[in-house]
């Protein structure tokens, strides 16, 4: 199986509460390459950009708000079957209804400051570790 690309993001909440460390060691123990990693502060018009797939659903202004309150961490990851592997990493979006020792069940408050993004397909992967990084970025 090649090997593919998936994006994660730590969330305003994440860095708000100083997890960056344990959630990339978690991310890193799961046998994922980070490829790059950087601290940003989207602006409204970057956070539209990203999650423009959402425009028009109910919690997009919300996200839009939270996305932008504050730091957070985009990280390209690799590995064979990164999407897959990367979402039953993370958990539920809702950690109530997250599986036991997943990062979600284990940190995040609760559905709408859920402290990690994940890419949802290997297409999407691609379209937002490009989103965040140039292919001279990704080592």
């Known amino acids: 199986m090649a090997k593919e690309r998936t ?4 969330k305003p909440d994440c860095v708000r509460k100083n ?5 990339i060691k978690r991310i890193q123990d799961a046998g994922f390459k ?8 989207l602006t409204k018009e970057e956070a539209s950009a ?3 797939v959402h425009k028009g659903r109910p919690f997009f202004d919300g996200l ?3 996305m932008t309150s504050g730091q ?3 990280i390209a990851l690799e590995k064979e079957n990164a999407v897959e592997d990367f979402r039953k990493l993370i958990g539920n979006t809702d950690p109530a209804l997250a599986e036991e020792g997943t990062i979600r069940r284990l ?3 609760n ?4 402290i990690v993004h994940g890419s949802d397909s290997s297409e999407n992967g691609v379209r937002e570790v490009a989103f965040f990084f140039s292919e001279r970025e990704l080592l």
């Open 107 to 109: 940190y995040a408050d």
């Open 19 to 23: 997890l960056q460390g344990e959630v």
């Open 50 to 52: 990203f999650y423009a």
């Open 72 to 74: 957070c961490v985009p």
């Open 34 to 41: 980070i490829l790059a990693m950087k601290q940003v502060r």
């Open 64 to 66: 839009i708000e939270f």
């Open 111 to 114: 559905k709408g400051e859920n």
């Open 7 to 10: 994006l994660a993001i730590l």
